[in-house]
């Protein structure tokens, strides 16, 4: 009963535009409150939960992608992309998708990767005749590799909420996320051909050198992230501080379009959005331990066995609620709601645990995109001054692409588990 009515206010909260980590946080309260637990023990929960070295990574992904965006550096990587596949049938929007796909090795967010990606490339796009509902669905789908591609701020949130391991995630995410960066691309290659998009001038090959070698230096931060945390050299943490130190470094002394005079307000920025995020994940993290403790997720998984389903059956079950539950609230409510409720499910049917991180990050991609409520919509609106509506209907071919590459990643296990396999182990 108090399980009913818990789930009831939160959902009212939602649909009533509360944000997410309030409402969780006042229904998690209410809850210990009913309990008759004294409030300390949700201080003490909320201690333990943040207690990890991963989370000190968020602050420092947030304010390196803050430095590459204000530094010149997205330049840098769209013009390298563009003296790589510029030259082909809609060569600008395939020039997004692999412009996106870099840049997400360093963002950790869907979100920074639309608006500083569409910011400069759908104005582009549209000044060479591309339809803006095109232009605009190429970068809402392209921006949301940015939470696929290692590092991801969704794939640290679901580490600590499942207590998995963030490093096998992040290389969990490797695979599926080229997947997705080549599904795009044959289906704007499909679509130009279809349109009769012509091909973008063939620029010269010293010109082209130039674009790839300016690029280099930027390339070093998601190097130096990769080779850092497999080479056993640094924690996560200490390779999101590298390369925070890597983008301010290069910022400011490569491509010189950040004063140093700025640093503070760059940081101050970076520090503000991980304190969100932290009363984020401590509402959460609240929430998840009532669940835990109430036997909800254990009455689940025998209802589940009850009606016989099969493991493959349980996620089409999971992934049909999660997008549906997308249209309507936040994204990351798929993280926090979702994500305690089902793992004593994934764990009883014997599901991956890194496979199924993988499942909810492509899913909450899928909530970015799907309106009513998904975010990319609003961030391509806004800057695009495109009515909603028309961001909507560019972003629908790509919502189906999303849907092909979910099925893949929930039915075909080793595209997530292969890469963490081979460096880890099983």
């Given at each position: 009963?108090?399980g009913?009515?818990?789930?009831?206010?939160?959902f009212?909260?939602?649909?009533?535009?509360?944000?997410?980590?309030?409402?969780?946080?006042i229904?998690?309260?209410?809850?210990?409150a009913g309990?008759?637990?004294p409030?300390?023990d949700?201080?003490?929960?909320?201690?333990?939960?943040?207690?990890?070295?991963?989370?000190?990574?968020?602050?420092?992904?947030?304010?390196?992608?803050?430095?590459?965006?204000?530094g010149?550096?997205?330049?840098?990587?769209?013009?390298?992309?563009?003296?790589w596949?510029?030259?082909a049938?809609g060569?600008?929007?395939?020039?997004?998708?692999?412009?996106?796909?870099?840049?997400?090795a360093?963002?950790?967010?869907?979100?920074?990767?639309?608006?500083?990606?569409?910011t400069?490339?759908v104005?582009?796009?549209?000044?060479?005749?591309?339809?803006?509902s095109?232009?605009?669905?190429?970068?809402?789908?392209?921006?949301?590799?940015?939470?696929?591609?290692?590092?991801?701020?969704?794939?640290?949130?679901?580490?600590?909420?499942?207590?998995e391991s963030?490093p096998?995630?992040f290389?969990?995410?490797?695979?599926?996320?080229?997947?997705?960066?080549?599904i795009?691309?044959?289906w704007?290659?499909?679509?130009?051909?279809?349109?009769?998009?012509?091909?973008?001038?063939v620029?010269?090959?010293?010109?082209?050198?130039?674009?790839?070698?300016?690029?280099?230096?930027?390339?070093?931060?998601?190097?130096?992230?990769?080779v850092?945390?497999?080479?056993?050299i640094?924690?996560?943490?200490?390779?999101?501080?590298?390369?925070?130190?890597?983008?301010?470094?290069?910022a400011?002394?490569?491509?010189?379009e950040?004063?140093?005079?700025?640093?503070?307000?760059?940081?101050?920025?970076?520090?503000?959005?991980?304190?969100?995020i932290t009363?984020?994940?401590?509402?959460?993290?609240?929430?998840?331990?009532?669940?835990?403790?109430?036997?909800?997720?254990?009455?689940?998984?025998?209802?589940?066995?009850?009606?016989?389903?099969?493991?493959?059956?349980?996620?089409?079950?999971?992934?049909?609620?999660?997008i549906?539950?997308?249209?309507f609230?936040?994204?990351?409510?798929?993280v926090?709601?979702?994500?305690?409720?089902?793992?004593?499910?994934?764990?009883?049917?014997?599901?991956?645990?890194?496979?199924?991180?993988?499942?909810?990050?492509?899913?909450?991609?899928?909530?970015?995109?799907?309106?009513?409520?998904?975010?990319?919509?609003f961030?391509?609106?806004?800057?695009?001054?495109?009515?909603?509506?028309?961001?909507?209907?560019?972003?629908?071919?790509?919502?189906?692409?999303m849907?092909?590459l979910?099925?893949?990643?929930?039915?075909?296990?080793?595209?997530?588990?292969?890469?963490?396999?081979?460096?880890?182990?099983?």
């Amino acid at each position: 009963m108090i399980g009913s009515v818990a789930f009831g206010s939160l959902f009212t909260l939602l649909a009533l535009g509360i944000p997410i980590f309030v409402a969780l946080g006042i229904v998690s309260l209410l809850l210990f409150a009913g309990d008759g637990a004294p409030l300390v023990d949700a201080a003490l929960v909320i201690m333990e939960g943040l207690d990890s070295p991963a989370f000190v990574a968020v602050p420092f992904f947030v304010i390196a992608a803050a430095f590459m965006e204000k530094g010149g550096i997205i330049r840098v990587m769209i013009d390298a992309a563009h003296s790589w596949v510029g030259r082909a049938p809609g060569g600008l929007a395939l020039v997004c998708v692999f412009a996106t796909t870099i840049f997400a090795a360093i963002s950790g967010s869907s979100v920074a990767t639309a608006l500083a990606m569409g910011t400069l490339l759908v104005p582009a796009m549209t000044a060479r005749h591309y339809d803006r509902s095109f232009a605009l669905g190429v970068v809402g789908a392209s921006g949301t590799v940015g939470i696929l591609i290692p590092p991801s701020l969704a794939m640290i949130l679901y580490g600590i909420i499942a207590d998995e391991s963030v490093p096998r995630l992040f290389l969990a995410g490797v695979v599926p996320g080229l997947l997705q960066t080549a599904i795009l691309a044959l289906w704007i290659l499909y679509y130009a051909k279809r349109k009769g998009f012509q091909a973008e001038a063939v620029s010269s090959r010293e010109s082209r050198l130039k674009a790839n070698l300016r690029v280099l230096p930027a390339l070093l931060i998601p190097a130096a992230i990769f080779v850092g945390i497999y080479g056993g050299i640094t924690t996560v943490s200490e390779a999101a501080a590298v390369a925070t130190l890597l983008a301010m470094i290069i910022a400011i002394f490569v491509y010189r379009e950040v004063r140093v005079g700025e640093i503070p307000a760059i940081f101050a920025g970076g520090i503000k959005s991980a304190g969100a995020i932290t009363f984020i994940l401590a509402s959460a993290l609240l929430f998840s331990h009532w669940i835990t403790q109430s036997g909800v997720p254990a009455r689940l998984v025998e209802m589940m066995l009850a009606h016989d389903l099969k493991p493959w059956q349980f996620l089409l079950l999971i992934n049909a609620l999660m997008i549906i539950f997308g249209m309507f609230f936040d994204a990351i409510a798929v993280v926090l709601i979702v994500v305690p409720l089902t793992l004593g499910a994934v764990q009883a049917f014997g599901i991956d645990m890194i496979h199924y991180g993988v499942i909810v990050t492509v899913n909450i991609e899928l909530a970015m995109l799907t309106p009513p409520m998904g975010l990319n919509l609003f961030v391509l609106s806004s800057i695009s001054k495109a009515p909603f509506t028309e961001v909507s209907r560019g972003v629908l071919p790509f919502i189906g692409l999303m849907i092909v590459l979910l099925a893949l990643v929930t039915f075909i296990p080793a595209l997530s588990t292969w890469l963490p396999n081979l460096v880890y182990g099983r």
